[in-house]
């Protein structure tokens, strides 16, 4: 192999890494958009657990005050 074909290959070979860094560089993008958006949909629904578990509590004490008269 001689110098100019050891040249092309090297060529090649950094455009493929150059590929695969940009490419790279959007999927880690994208994942920053979903992961943004799962944190968002957990704090809703965490939101919407202490709602219900507030609801529940103020069944049970209603249950407990029935069964006690």
Do not use: C, K, W, Y
């Not at 290959?9 to 979903?34: C, K, P």
């Amino acid at each position: 192999m001689n110098v100019d074909e050891r040249l092309d290959r090297l060529v090649e070979r950094h455009e493929a890494l150059t590929q695969s860094v940009e490419s790279l560089t959007r999927d880690i993008h994208d994942m920053r958009g979903f992961i943004n958006d799962v944190a968002q949909g957990t704090a809703r629904l965490l939101r919407i657990v202490e709602m219900h578990e507030h609801r529940i509590d103020n069944h049970e004490n209603r249950l407990d005050n029935l069964e006690s008269q």
